[in-house]
């Protein structure tokens, strides 16, 4: 499978992320794509990336290009139930229409999507850097300040173009940078 440059996040925010990962650390990733595989290709042996996803298809097609590049020995992925579609209503029409939520504030409800947020057999005390880069990303958030050890790396991404779907969240954390202008790193 080609390598696709479209699904990836840019190489500044990928070092960033990448250089606070320790020795024999381990990265959490809400959402899953083609950045997960530059990690895995630049991660140093003994760190590991534990991906979280809720599209079988694309998850499907990250194992098959781990594999073929060898990677799967560092890499754990989980596969969530998928977020529900929402019947709204919709001007001009008579009847309410289904709505994907990708991409639209939608995206970031969290009803039933407990498996994916809280990632069940998963201690986040264990995890040295988070990438949060998914569905439901505020609900992730509030989940991994309450639970991650207190110098973890938490990452935010897309923050920019979304800003007012995490504002509520940002002031729960003690610290916050902006690496990039699509980039917060989150201090416990």
Same mark, same amino acid.
């Given at each position: 499978?080609?390598?696709?440059?479209?699904?990836?996040? &840019?190489?500044?925010?990928?070092?960033?992320?990448? !250089? *606070?990962?320790?020795? =024999?650390? *381990?990265?959490?990733? +809400? $959402?899953? $794509?083609?950045?997960?595989? #530059? %990690?895995?290709? =630049?991660?140093?042996?003994?760190? =590991?990336?534990? @991906?979280?996803?809720?599209?079988?298809? #694309?998850?499907?097609?990250?194992?098959?290009?781990?594999?073929?590049?060898?990677? @799967?020995?560092?890499?754990?992925?989980?596969?969530?139930?998928?977020?529900?579609?929402?019947?709204?209503?919709?001007?001009?029409? /008579?009847?309410?229409?289904?709505?994907?939520?990708?991409?639209?504030?939608?995206?970031?409800?969290?009803?039933?999507?407990?498996? +994916?947020? &809280?990632?069940?057999?998963?201690?986040?005390?264990?995890?040295? *850097? %988070?990438?949060? !880069?998914?569905?439901?990303?505020?609900?992730?958030?509030?989940?991994? @300040? /309450? *639970?991650?050890?207190?110098?973890?790396?938490? %990452?935010?991404?897309?923050?920019?173009?979304?800003?007012? #779907?995490?504002? #509520?969240?940002?002031?729960? %954390?003690?610290?916050?940078?902006?690496?990039?202008?699509?980039?917060?790193?989150?201090?416990?």
């Amino acid at each position: 499978m080609p390598y696709d440059d479209r699904g990836l996040m &840019n190489e500044t925010n990928r070092n960033i992320i990448l !250089d *606070t990962l320790p020795e =024999n650390g *381990t990265m959490l990733e +809400y $959402g899953i $794509g083609f950045t997960s595989i #530059w %990690f895995l290709e =630049n991660m140093k042996e003994g760190q =590991n990336l534990i @991906s979280i996803e809720h599209v079988p298809e #694309w998850t499907e097609k990250i194992l098959e290009m781990a594999d073929e590049k060898e990677l @799967s020995d560092k890499h754990t992925i989980l596969l969530s139930n998928p977020p529900p579609k929402f019947l709204l209503p919709v001007e001009g029409k /008579k009847e309410p229409v289904i709505v994907d939520p990708y991409s639209t504030p939608l995206e970031e409800l969290a009803v039933a999507m407990s498996d +994916y947020i &809280n990632i069940p057999g998963t201690d986040f005390g264990e995890i040295d *850097t %988070f990438l949060i !880069d998914g569905i439901a990303r505020a609900s992730c958030l509030a989940v991994v @300040s /309450k *639970t991650c050890q207190p110098d973890a790396a938490i %990452f935010l991404h897309d923050w920019e173009t979304r800003r007012e #779907w995490y504002d #509520w969240i940002v002031p729960v %954390f003690s610290k916050v940078e902006e690496p990039t202008p699509n980039l917060l790193r989150l201090y416990v």
